[in-house]
Structures are given as C-alpha cells and as structure tokens.
C-alpha cells in the first residue's frame, strides 16, 4: 500500500477556444488516476477532443460536501487528482475553493496549472487602469445585498471586475449606474476566445442605451473604472443634510433622479418608497 499522499492539480481549461489549453494541463490530465470535472458531460468533451481517456467524477456546488471527502480519501489514499471546472480556472467563482482547503487541512499538496480565467482577459483588454484592480465575482441576486455590494466600492479608486449572466447584465448595467454614477467608463468583455468576441468600451449610460433595445448575448465580465480620486466622499457625508438636499447632491452628480432616491435611500437604510415621499413633499410635487 502507498505510504505516500497523492496531489490536487487544479487544472485551468479554456474559456471558450480549445486550443488555449496547455500542454502540461493535457500532460496533467494525461497522468493523474481520476478527474474531479464540475460538469462531467462537458469535460467529457474536452477529453474526447484531445483522446484523453480517464475516470471522471462529478464535484460541484451541491455535492461539494461529500464529493470532497471523497476526494480527499482518494488523495490520502495516494491516488493523484486533477481538478477542472466548467471552464476558466477552478476556485475563481467556481468550486474548488473548499477542496483546497480541505486538502490543506489533510496535509495534501495543492499545486496549480495555470490558464484561462475570463477575468484577467476581460482586464487587460479593458483599456482601463490595469496596475491595480479587485476581483468582485458575481453580485448576489437578493436586491439589497447586491446594491450594498455596490455601494461598498464605489469609492474604490482602482478597476473593479465582475461576472454576470446575461439574463441580468441590463439589472446589473442599471443598479451600477446608481451606485456609481452614468458617467463611470465600463467595458463589457463578451465571449471572449471565441468567435463573436467583442469589447464594448463605453460608459454605465451608454451601455444602458445599448441594451435599452437589444437583449445581451452571450458570456460577460464588466470591467468599471474605480471612482476618480477627488470625487472619494466621506460615506457618511449626507448626516447633516436634509432628504432634498442628499437626493438633490445624487441629482448634480449626474446621476437620474429615480437613481438618485434609490442611492439614498441605500444610504440612509430606508425604503426608498420613504425618500421618494419625503423628497416630493420637501420639494412640493
Ligand atoms: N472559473 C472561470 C474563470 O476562470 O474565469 C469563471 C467561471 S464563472 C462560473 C462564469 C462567468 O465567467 C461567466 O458568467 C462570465 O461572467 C465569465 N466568463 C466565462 N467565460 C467567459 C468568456 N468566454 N467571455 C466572457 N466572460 C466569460
């Protein structure tokens, strides 16, 4: 029986064009004894495309409990593991982060094949600030959380970067609008590696305005430009202000009005339903 433990390889695979694939990941995936795919129908298809014949086991969000304990008795066992996920790079908005650490808590090597992650292309061909950025993932879907993710960065002065599904790019375009304001610079990276990839570098309005018509098509990762240094306010700057008065800050700003409401009311922690009450009694329609 082996006394030694096997290795976790997390494997990048591409993002969309098979011949990003490197050479030591097939070689990787080549030589471990089993594959742990986050869809195994699809890596199925990537191993079939360069013949790679290996056993596959399933390991994802719903199972990732189980699946990992399993996993990890393999490796203590001395059986080596590759680790792919849909595509990209595992553990970046993708299962994999738990595994490591369980493998880490068994005294398990972790060691990485790099690759493919949408967020660094989506980076570097943003056309915005690259030396300093911060990787957001996806927002939440519950409402509230979402907008105080936004809000929680809005005064960040370096590139932010996020992943979202198109079904809700048009909500996302617009809750960033009012959290940061119209004029902010965005660029949306759009089926990057593939064939359709498209750039579009333009600002929260003119994305809004793109979308107002067509639907979004297609995988995306927005890339907004951090706020710019002298317009950082103090959080809290609105303590002292009346509600006409923050709602109207907002206004000049350049944000629309409705965002506006809805920005301070994010602020104050209140319904928005009571700011918009309050702001038209205060100024009288
Ligand atoms: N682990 C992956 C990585 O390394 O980038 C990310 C997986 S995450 C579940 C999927 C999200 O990544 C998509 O919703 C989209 O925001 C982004 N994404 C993945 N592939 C992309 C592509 N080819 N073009 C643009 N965005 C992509």
Redesign the pocket.
């Known amino acids: 029986m082996a006394d030694e433990k096997g290795t976790l390889y997390l494997c990048?695979t591409p993002?969309?064009n098979l011949g990003d694939v490197s050479a030591r990941c097939l070689e990787i995936l080549r030589s471990v004894d089993m594959i742990a795919a986050e869809d195994t129908r699809r890596t199925l298809q990537l191993l079939n495309h360069f013949g790679i014949a290996k056993p596959l086991t399933s390991y994802h969000e719903h199972n990732k409990r189980a699946k990992g304990e399993y996993i990890v008795k393999l490796l203590i066992e001395g059986k080596s593991i590759a680790q792919v996920?849909?595509?990209?790079?595992?553990a970046?908005?993708?299962p994999g982060e738990d595994l490591v650490r369980l493998c880490i808590d068994n005294g398990i090597t972790v060691t990485s094949v790099p690759g493919?992650?949408?967020?660094i292309n989506?980076l570097i061909l943003s056309g915005l600030p690259a030396k300093r950025y911060a990787f957001e993932g996806f927002l939440s879907v519950n409402k509230r959380h979402r907008r105080e993710h936004l809000q929680s960065v809005k005064n960040d002065t370096h590139t932010l970067i996020f992943?979202?599904?198109p079904h809700k790019l048009k909500a996302t375009i617009e809750d960033m609008r009012a959290a940061f304001g119209g004029g902010r610079r965005v660029a949306l990276?759009?089926?990057?590696?593939?064939l359709h990839e498209e750039i579009i570098r333009t600002t929260l309005d003119g994305a809004a305005e793109l979308y107002a018509e067509s639907a979004p098509r297609?995988?995306?990762?927005i890339v907004v430009e951090g706020a710019a240094e002298d317009t950082v306010t103090d959080e809290r700057f609105w303590t002292d202000m009346s509600v006409t008065e923050h709602v109207d800050k907002y206004i000049a700003d350049g944000m629309k009005k409705n965002d506006a409401i809805k920005a301070a009311a994010l602020d104050r922690g209140v319904p928005k339903r009571d700011i918009y009450n309050d702001y038209h009694k205060e100024v009288g329609i």
Do not use: F, M, N, W
Request: aromatic share 6%; charged share 25%; net charge negative.
């Open positions: 990048a993002i969309g996920s849909d595509a990209g790079t595992p970046i908005s993708d493919p992650v949408a967020a989506a992943y979202e599904a990276a759009r089926e990057l590696t593939k297609g995988e995306y990762v």
